[in-house]
């Protein structure tokens, strides 16, 4: 009898649906791989998908998606509208097209990728999800990598809160002011970069190894852990599929409020991974 997955726990959106807590990304990994990995990440028993039309793979999980033969209901599936079509119709073709690379009739989450203030262009971007939440294409809207000013905004425009903001977000850099904004909005905090984008040396932090070796758990396992403790959405990437196997055997990993207290006191002014965030695409 094939072991059983991992317990993953949801949490409700807006609207009363829910999200897997924990979930799969695929931030720059090519297609063919793409569809290998998340083909292993659904076998190894996860059930939320995270990907971009940006990321250049949106086909190769899809195919995943195909082959796992995962029924449509269990599984939970994002994508993320780029910067060059934040035009209300350009917005809504763009889904279009997201979906048919993907072989979907809907997708659960679909993002705006980055509010780009610069373009001018994010409400309108927002109306458009609006539209399309409207028309049955997604299932849930949200935004990721928005300043607060440009959050406020959309949903003083509109009227319509985002149901969940994806973020960088790790020990390093724990956006609490950004998460106070969504706590008082009802908003979902999601992270990508969890283990430390661009910060190699999170994973080797004395505090992170020492919760680590006092559960008998990696690393990476205690900050994933960190997340969840904190109610907060958790996408990680790996291609190897040890870590892909372990990385959701996080989800059940329990640390106690001391663990979770130390980990918070590791939060830097300078915590931000490498690149400039403009040009981040996760």
Request: charged fraction near 20%; glycine fraction near 8%.
């Amino acid at each position: 009898m094939p072991a059983a997955h991992p317990v993953v726990p949801s949490l409700e959106l807006a609207g009363g649906r829910s999200i897997p807590q924990l979930g799969y990304g695929v931030f720059k990994v090519e297609d063919d791989v793409a569809a290998d990995v998340t083909l292993q990440a659904l076998e190894a028993g996860y059930r939320h998908l995270d990907t971009a039309k940006v990321y250049g793979n949106e086909e190769g999980v899809g195919r995943a998606i195909r082959e796992a033969g995962v029924p449509r209901e269990e599984l939970f599936v994002t994508t993320k509208l780029w910067n060059d079509a934040q035009g209300f119709d350009d917005a809504i073709a763009a889904c279009e097209a997201s979906l048919e690379r993907l072989g979907l009739d809907y997708v659960d989450l679909y993002l705006v990728h980055w509010a780009v203030p610069s373009q001018g262009q994010y409400v309108e971007a927002w109306k458009a999800l609006i539209e399309l939440q409207k028309r049955g294409l997604v299932r849930t809207i949200g935004v990721s990598n928005y300043p607060a000013p440009q959050l406020t905004e959309i949903i003083e425009a509109t009227g319509v809160v985002p149901a969940i903001h994806q973020i960088e977000l790790h020990p390093y850099f724990q956006q609490r002011e950004l998460r106070e904004i969504h706590a008082q909005h009802g908003i979902l905090t999601e992270s990508w970069g969890p283990l430390g984008q661009g910060k190699s040396d999170l994973l080797e932090n004395a505090v992170i190894t020492g919760i680590a070796t006092a559960h008998a758990a990696t690393p990476a396992q205690v900050v994933l852990a960190w997340h969840l403790a904190h109610g907060i959405v958790t996408i990680p990437k790996s291609v190897t599929p040890s870590r892909i196997v372990e990385n959701l055997a996080a989800a059940e990993l329990e640390l106690t409020a001391d663990d979770v207290a130390a980990i918070d006191e590791l939060d830097r002014p300078d915590g931000r991974g490498g690149a400039d965030p403009a040009t981040k695409t996760a």
